[in-house]
């Protein structure tokens, strides 16, 4: 893994290229690599953590796993599925992707964790094509370093190596990967296939073949994962950036481009994902809203990219700034666009990482020892809390954290696995190394200011799903609220539910196992013997017609002002 052969460094034509010289002075000594078993130590600590051991959670999540499951299972059609009778709202192809490693790894893995893997397998593919993309940008003549007058900088090899291990680190601290990049939505299969467009602009020069047809794959799937706006934005930007370019290698690839967006306009129309989503109201709330979003979403890669920004501006029309620029403000215009969407902000963070890396060679010692005690200070608040909430839940001291969470989580019983306990003290352990290294001498390598901040957010996802994972799990599955329910409704019933939302459409049927109508007129047009409604304290609620009689008042055990109202249909 990150240890293909380099390419020779193309021959370069300067058509009106910016001289200007570089920022970047790297000695020699400071373009060491990251060691390949500590690299991939970070990967795997933040990629396995939230695969196993727990249900799909509430929202997207569950509801494109119910999807997926009814296909693997037989209980709707692969080519128009519906849960509930509602028809997928979203791309097929992802989907298909779920049921896909559900049928093949059935019985061996529960459907759960089968459809779980290709998502896990695409976020390490991200990672990986970030490394490489980088690689490849720190390689150009522009990206360079600055040559000393007696010799002992960087070497273009092994500058861009550094530089590359700094951008996966980037991509690992950013906290708006932490949830989304876990789940098995169709956005992991977008952000694989832009990460892809990505390394792809990023070869041309050096990997000509496989570059082209990463394009004619990168932007089609885009497209067919549901985004086939920023798939067409893309495609218009990478043609101009391509035909700008000073090698002539890269001018050729114009037209792979063109066809590549050409065909990405033809699988969106097959396959009809097209959907327009202009939600964005220039009103202050949601200015706010989508201030407050970017602010956490990008932490702390935005900050480093500015820093690139400003600090290489006279270089934004070569091709290792304008290149990840260039993408990162399409999914920021798509974000904008759908009313602050954290998903369209997604498909950004592979070239925030990038141009986040390029920060690096240009930070002065005190920034880099500003990030690094922050991030010492953050991170290990946050884990000296959650073992404190562990120590609280299994001990009983102290007390008030378990008190807290009998409140908020009425009915969980906390369980102790030896297994996620010995893997949190690991965790916690290399974390304490981690800083005692980084903090014990100077360092010269590029990456080291980034270690920390995706150290400590490896950590704190790790302790999160082995320490928390009971408690999260029962407060975000659907399970419990299901059990509920089980106590009013009987086994194998058919069930209307006009308004109780896809994802907990998906939990009767799957957790459940009953028979669903969730049409808007299901109430009156269904043969269904139980009516499920649901009640926000705070509104007005209509009750259903004269055919039906309250049975039960059902809560999560999570919601204090949303309820679900069950209901019998009267005996004729």
């Known amino acids: 893994m990150f240890c293909l052969p380099p390419a020779p460094l193309p021959a370069r034509h ?117 490394w490489y993309a980088m690689f490849h940008l720190a390689r150009t003549e522009a990206a360079q370093p600055v040559a000393f007058a007696f010799g002992g900088e960087a070497q273009p090899v092994d500058y861009a190596r550094a530089m590359a291990d700094g951008a996966v680190l980037a991509l690992i601290a950013t906290l708006g990967l932490l949830q989304l990049g876990h789940e098995t939505t169709p956005e992991l299969m977008q952000l694989c296939a832009i990460a892809l467009v990505q390394w792809a602009l990023a070869a041309a020069p050096f990997r000509q073949a496989s570059a082209r047809a990463a394009l004619l794959l990168g932007l089609p799937l885009l497209a067919a994962s549901g985004a086939p706006s920023l798939a067409i934005a893309v495609g218009a930007v990478a043609a101009v950036i391509c035909q700008r370019s000073a090698y002539e290698q890269v001018r050729r690839v114009v037209p792979w481009v063109l066809a590549a967006t050409l065909a990405a306009l033809v699988v969106a129309a097959a396959m009809h994902t097209w959907d327009w989503r202009w939600r964005f109201q220039p009103d202050r709330a949601q200015l706010f809203q989508l201030g407050r979003l970017w602010l956490w979403f990008l932490w702390p890669a935005s900050l480093l990219a500015l820093w690139t920004v400003w600090r290489w501006r006279h270089h934004l029309l070569n091709r290792h700034i304008a290149v990840p620029f260039s993408i990162l403000a399409c999914a920021l215009v798509a974000s904008v666009v759908m009313g602050g969407s954290d998903r369209a902000l997604l498909l950004g963070l592979p070239s925030l990482a990038v141009l986040a890396a390029f920060a690096l060679p240009t930070l002065k010692r005190s920034a880099a020892a500003a990030i690094d005690w922050f991030s010492v200070f953050f991170f290990s608040t946050i884990a000296i809390a959650i073992w404190v909430i562990y120590a609280s839940m299994h001990l009983g001291v102290p007390a008030k954290p378990a008190a807290n969470i009998a409140k908020l989580a009425s009915g969980f019983v906390p369980l102790f696995s030896p297994l996620a306990l010995a893997v949190a003290a690991l965790g916690t352990l290399a974390w304490l190394w981690l800083v005692r290294w980084r903090t014990s001498r100077h360092q010269p390598a590029l990456w080291k200011s980034l270690v920390l901040p995706a150290g400590g957010v490896a950590l704190a996802w790790l302790l999160t799903m082995t320490l928390l994972l009971p408690v999260l799990d029962y407060a975000r599955s659907e399970r419990a609220w299901v059990e509920r329910i089980a106590r009013h409704v009987p086994a194998k019933a058919c069930i209307a539910a006009p308004d109780v939302g896809r994802a907990a459409v998906v939990a009767l049927e799957h957790f459940g196992r009953w028979s669903v109508d969730a049409r808007p007129d299901a109430a009156e047009n269904s043969r269904c013997t139980v009516l499920l409604r649901r009640q926000r304290d705070a509104d007005r609620f209509v009750p259903p017609g004269g055919a039906w009689e309250p049975v039960a008042r059902v809560r999560r055990p999570t919601e204090r002002s949303d309820s679900t109202l069950v209901f019998r249909r009267k005996a004729r």
């Open 14 to 130: 300067h058509r009106g290229v910016n001289q200007v010289p570089s920022p970047a002075l790297v000695t020699q000594r400071a373009a060491q690599r990251l060691p390949r078993w500590a690299l991939i130590a970070f990967c795997a600590a933040y990629v396995l953590p939230g695969v196993f051991g727990r249900d799909p959670w509430r929202h997207n999540d569950l509801g494109a796993f119910g999807i997926m499951v009814a296909m693997a299972e037989g209980r709707t059609s692969w080519l128009a599925p519906a849960v509930g009778q509602l028809p997928l709202e979203h791309a097929l192809l992802p989907h298909w992707v779920g049921a896909a490693f559900i049928v093949l790894l059935s019985p061996l893995l529960g459907p759960e964790l089968a459809a779980r893997v290709p998502f896990a397998l695409l976020l390490a593919l991200t990672l990986a094509l970030v």
